[in-house]
């Protein structure tokens, strides 16, 4: 089961991908897509993560396979990776496939692959900050936005923080001060705070580690954590490419928790859960597994 949920998963993306370059390179209409950000799933943050996910399994398959099929996921994963950093105004995709990357080269490659590997990420990523390019751009932009906010005066905070990392960065400002207010256990699930003015609602500071503290306090964030802990070590008991897969998957999960509450959100807490399932189904098959083998080294039958 499993294994058609990871073909389902990558065939969706194939074709997202394949409909996504139409769409740039024609300028076909399809719903809200349009030349500039041609999203076809959900929203640019959902597609981007999702198709860095993806991406990170069509780089496995190419290592694990040879000829035709190996080519064909190298394709993927170049048409892939320019899809996310130069079509895609998603910069949790950035994010993502970066850290997924790291992850998968440090516990996957012996270490002569991991200098050479790494060799060429930072030569592109140096690329992608000499010469101009949307990624270069966009990530400008979020750093010009941040400093803005940080800088404005209250009377005028609200106007300079009105931009996507402007917003995250007033709601984290202010969820701190809400945190401080009930460190322990929060003020509970269904809270919503409104500003004085009433020109804003904080019931999702775009920050899973914010959330699960603003909410249900420092236990809330521990069991949080330890959930994480437990999908890491559930991970580490499977083969050797599964577990570094799921590590990657994981490691991007966390990195990209701290610009989006993606628990909350619907498609990628969905994906999580789904994960989350099939590791634990893989992991009491692989206890049942390994208790049956003691029971046969000991004579029990």
């Not at 300028?27 to 799933?41: C, E, K, M, Q």
């Not at 012996?110 to 010469?131: E, H, N």
């Not at 917003?167 to 202010?174: D, E, P, V």
Request: glycine letters at 6%; charged letters at 10%; aromatic letters at 14%.
């Amino acid at each position: 089961m499993s294994k058609q949920f990871v073909k389902g998963f990558l065939l969706a993306n194939a074709i997202i991908l394949f409909t996504s370059f139409l769409i740039w390179e024609f300028d076909l209409p399809l719903g809200r897509a349009y030349l500039n950000n041609p999203t076809v799933f959900k929203m640019h943050i959902t597609q981007n993560f999702f198709m860095a996910l993806a991406v990170l399994i069509w780089l496995q398959q190419t290592f694990h396979h040879k000829g035709i099929k190996s080519g064909g996921y190298a394709l993927l994963t170049c048409l892939g990776v320019y899809n996310i950093f130069f079509i895609v105004q998603g910069r949790t995709g950035y994010l993502a496939l970066v850290v997924a990357f790291f992850a998968w080269i440090f516990l996957s490659c012996p270490k002569t692959y991991q200098f050479r590997m790494i060799m060429v990420a930072l030569v592109l990523g140096a690329v992608l900050v000499i010469v101009p390019n949307q990624a270069n751009v966009r990530m400008h932009i979020g750093i010009k936005e941040i400093q803005t906010c940080l800088a404005a005066s209250q009377p005028n905070l609200l106007e300079a923080c009105d931009t996507s990392m402007g917003l995250r960065t007033m709601f984290a400002l202010r969820s701190w001060q809400l945190i401080k207010e009930a460190p322990l256990l929060g003020h509970g699930v269904a809270f919503e705070h409104v500003s004085k003015q009433a020109n804003f609602i904080i019931h999702n500071p775009h920050n899973e580690y914010l959330i699960q503290t603003l909410q249900s306090g420092l236990l809330g964030l521990t069991v949080f954590l330890v959930w994480m802990w437990c999908f890491f070590r559930s991970a580490c008991q499977q083969p050797s490419e599964i577990k570094n897969m799921f590590i990657a998957v994981l490691m991007s999960y966390m990195a990209c928790h701290f610009f989006n509450s993606f628990l909350l959100d619907s498609s990628e807490g969905h994906l999580f859960v789904i994960l989350t399932a099939i590791l634990a189904s893989r992991s009491v098959h692989f206890k049942t597994q390994h208790q049956d083998q003691k029971n046969m080294d000991i004579g029990i039958h």
